[in-house]
């Protein structure tokens, strides 16, 4: 009589179609969150409210939502940390350019005519 020996493979607590089911559910919420904190935003600009605060609020909003964004739909939360790294310096550099541009050029620089004038 031969001793056949049954040994299972390993299986993980969690399968890959639970963790997959998990980031569309994140997905979706995170889709929801980010419109609502656009209706936030929309009504926030018609409300009689200092135009400082206003500004702070949006800008903070705004923020956390390309946050959210370059986390979650970008896929940088999922990636390694290098990826995150390399976004993130073309980004500071992307940004230290555009506020150096916008300190060397004033408005009265900008041929408005000439822009919009075909």
């Known amino acids: 009589m031969s001793d056949v020996h049954y ?5 993980s607590e969690k399968s890959h179609k639970d963790s997959e089911t998990d980031k569309y559910h994140t997905f979706v919420n995170l ?14 600009v ?13 800008l903070t909003l ?3 939502k390309f946050v959210a964004v370059i986390a979650w739909f970008m ?16 980004m500071a550099i992307a940004t230290g350019t555009f506020i ?9 620089d900008v041929d408005l005519d000439a822009i919009t004038g075909f």
């Open 62 to 64: 705004s923020l956390f």
């Open 46 to 58: 018609y409300l009689p409210f200092n135009s400082t605060f206003i500004f702070t609020v949006l």
């Open 31 to 44: 889709a929801l969150g980010l419109a609502a904190i656009t209706g936030v935003e929309l009504v926030l």
């Open 100 to 108: 150096a541009l916008g300190s060397l050029i004033s408005r009265s």
């Open 7 to 11: 040994a299972p493979l390993p299986v």
């Open 75 to 90: 896929h940088l939360l999922y990636d390694k940390l290098l990826l995150t790294l390399a976004f993130g310096t073309g």
